[in-house]
């Protein structure tokens, strides 16, 4: 036997040894996480200059782990801290300690779960994990797994828009996609055209928003006609619960009528914003999702969840499945025509897929519904202190209403004096906020900077907020 058949431990290291680097990485991941608050919040370095401090070619022998355990520190310059309480950028994305554990234990337990047969314990989970969640979002009940609907867990909304833009050119447009139309108001999310395209329809109409850059049924309804009239084929709208922009919410139940009655599939995009509909207080915001066909949301933005958690629901998993089964006969087996036992690779693009629920089922159980509800209200409460602030301010106004824990301000000197602000916050380094630009074609300000405050991350307090206050006063002026 030569130095080249020295034997290779067959998974990777010894169960001794796993067990050790295991408690060391926790250790690591402990001490990073209680750190957060005293890093700053976004890295300054150039681009190339991380890696440049990487190793040139993998290692031909392995290496302990105490040395890949260190190339965190390497990776740590380059970090952007989005559990900071600082963070005010983009919309949050929660890594809450349940969820990192549930992401270790779900790689651990290296599960498949295509079909039913393939993994049970994944499936079942998910689907009563997404039966929970009807009830407790305030969704139609029709929509639990033991009614004509049911959900399923995707990698991201942008995703779960695709599958929803699919299963309903499939339904409305079969054999000529080229000829399907999708709507959309001018302040959604950019993953709906990108669904559309890949989807390939030949067509994405962007419809015009009211003062509250809510999308207007009215021009929906106008927009169908001229397409039918001209040989198109409604296919898709998709109204927004909460847009990116502004968090903007478009009115569910009349878009829902107008897709009822042109037999036109509605689905809502609610990534950012359906975390907050565990508030009851807060679902008049989507009332009327007894007359769309399917919805989704992230857990990984609002709820504590790390990336990638996306729950999709529809009204009718009928067209799903005409749209996206396909059995060949390697992945037949005896369950698959029990409803008991349902294939969950038919409700989205990929085969594959791991034990994904466990995180969203660890972070209900561990925080409990009130324990999520409590951080939920702070967040909407500082939101609206900031919102007051803003309002009593002589030389600062906002942009948009604050609807949900988003902010959407500018100076009234216009955009340099908005975009200044930006700028120091972020140079700051201790705190991060996204600057934007407000496209809306018929009111005043097209085109205007501003500057979005998202008050999300599970770790601010209210004194964050103040901070952060505080240093807005100092750049506004
Ligand atoms: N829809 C809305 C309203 C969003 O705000 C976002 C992301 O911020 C998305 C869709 C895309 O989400 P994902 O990254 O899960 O695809």
């Avoid at 380059?78 to 270790?104: C, D, K, M, N, R």
């Amino acid at each position: 036997m030569g130095p080249q058949d020295q034997p290779v431990e067959r998974n990777g290291m010894t169960p001794e040894d796993f067990r050790a680097a295991g408690h060391a990485l926790v250790d690591w991941v402990a001490d990073h996480l209680a750190g957060v608050r005293d890093r700053p919040v976004t890295p300054s370095l150039a681009p190339g200059e991380l890696r440049a401090t990487l190793p040139p070619a993998p290692p031909t022998d392995g290496e302990p782990f105490a040395d890949l355990l260190a190339d965190l520190e390497l990776l740590r310059p380059g970090l952007v801290e989005w559990q900071h309480p600082g963070w005010f950028a983009y919309f949050p994305t929660g890594a809450s300690y349940p969820s990192v554990l549930a992401e270790f234990a779900s790689a651990a337990l290296g599960q498949q779960g295509m079909l039913w047969a393939t993994s049970p314990a994944t499936t079942e989970l998910e689907v009563h994990v997404l039966d929970w969640l009807v009830e407790l979002l305030g969704l139609p009940a029709t929509w639990r797994s033991d009614g004509p609907g049911g959900g399923v867990l995707q990698h991201s909304a942008s995703d779960a828009t695709l599958t929803a833009l699919v299963a309903a050119r499939h339904r409305a447009a079969p054999e000529d996609a080229g000829r399907a139309v999708a709507y959309a108001s001018s302040q959604a999310h950019s993953s709906i055209e990108k669904g559309a395209r890949i989807a390939g329809y030949g067509h994405v109409r962007t419809l015009p928003v009211d003062d509250v850059l809510a999308l207007r049924p009215d021009a929906l309804r106008a927009a169908i006609a001229e397409d039918r009239a001209a040989g198109l084929v409604p296919t898709c709208v998709v109204a927004c619960v909460g847009t990116t922009g502004t968090t903007a919410v478009d009115p569910v139940r009349a878009i829902g009528e107008v897709a009822r009655a042109e037999g036109v599939w509605c689905h809502v995009d609610a990534a950012y914003a359906g975390a907050a509909m565990l508030l009851p207080e807060v679902r008049h915001h989507q009332d009327g999702l007894e007359l769309v066909d399917s919805y989704v949301w992230n857990p990984h933005k609002w709820l504590g969840t790390n990336f990638d958690c996306s729950v999709f629901h529809v009204a009718d998993r009928g067209p799903l499945l005409d749209a996206l089964s396909i059995l060949p006969p390697y992945l037949r087996d005896e369950a698959s025509s029990d409803p008991a036992a349902p294939d969950l690779r038919d409700w989205h693009v990929p085969l594959g897929r791991r034990t994904r629920a466990l995180k969203l089922w660890w972070v209900l159980r561990s925080y409990g519904t009130e324990g999520l509800r409590r951080i939920l209200r702070d967040h909407l409460a500082w939101a609206a202190w900031l919102t007051e602030q803003v309002e009593a301010h002589p030389r600062l106004e906002l942009v948009a209403p604050t609807t949900f824990g988003l902010v959407s301000l500018a100076h009234v000197d216009g955009d340099d004096a908005t975009t200044a602000i930006t700028r120091a916050l972020n140079d700051s380094h201790r705190v991060a906020v996204t600057g934007s630009v407000l496209h809306v074609a018929h009111l005043p300000g097209e085109g205007r900077a501003y500057l979005r405050i998202s008050v999300g991350s599970m770790l601010t307090e209210f004194r964050d907020v103040e901070d952060l206050w505080r240093r807005v006063l100092d750049a506004a002026g």
